[in-house]
């Protein structure tokens, strides 16, 4: 299947901003106008980019970040959907980032839950807690739950409609305008991450499941 260099979900936002240029030009609007215009629509352009990803290690017990960002947090805490103690892998995603998010395994996606909720900024503590998020279970000989959480400024998050088998690194759904992704490994696995430590969705190894 062909990959969109730019996701589908920013044609309505890079249509009308690039709309809106064009007129400008064409009525000669204000300078200020031709200029905010031309932003928003580089903007749009840019922030809906859909890259393509080589996995930085694709042995057998491989973890992938399912996210672009930064770790602001390693912690031991009850995942949802399973409702076992794992490690929580907290990214933080800015409006640079890739938004997409991607399978962090080899396997299937066996369970899904949708919460509403609030859309607390993403500072606030409560905010993993409270607000409108998608989890998802990855399953092989292990489970993986990943988090996509809205913020302030997020009110979207796409479901791109996978379930069943996915790839190492496979695109699974989206978060729009600056957000964060929890992911819940299991206990014993071994980490190569650290806290304050850049990602990239796709790409970066966060560590190994212990599969024996």
Known sequence: MKTEIILKEGYPYIFVSGGLFLLSLIFHFN???????????????????NPERIPEDESKGAIISPSDGEIIEIVEEIAPIVKEEMIKISIRLSIFDVHVQRS???????????????FLALGNKKASELNEQHRVLFTNSSKIVVNQIAGFIT????????????????????????????????????????????????????????EN
């Open 31 to 49: 300078a200020f106008w031709q200029i905010l215009f031309f932003v928003l629509f580089a903007f749009f352009v840019f922030f809906f980019r």
């Open 104 to 118: 962090p395994i080899e396997g299937e996606i066996t369970a899904k839950e949708y919460i509403h909720g609030l």
């Open 155 to 210: 009110r979207r998050i796409v479901d791109f409609g996978l379930f069943g088998r996915v790839k190492l690194g496979e695109r699974y759904g989206m978060i729009m305008f600056g957000s964060q992704v929890d992911m819940y490994v299991p206990k014993n696995t071994k980490l190569k991450v650290t806290e304050f430590q850049k990602v990239k969705a796709g790409e970066s190894l966060i560590g190994f499941l212990n």
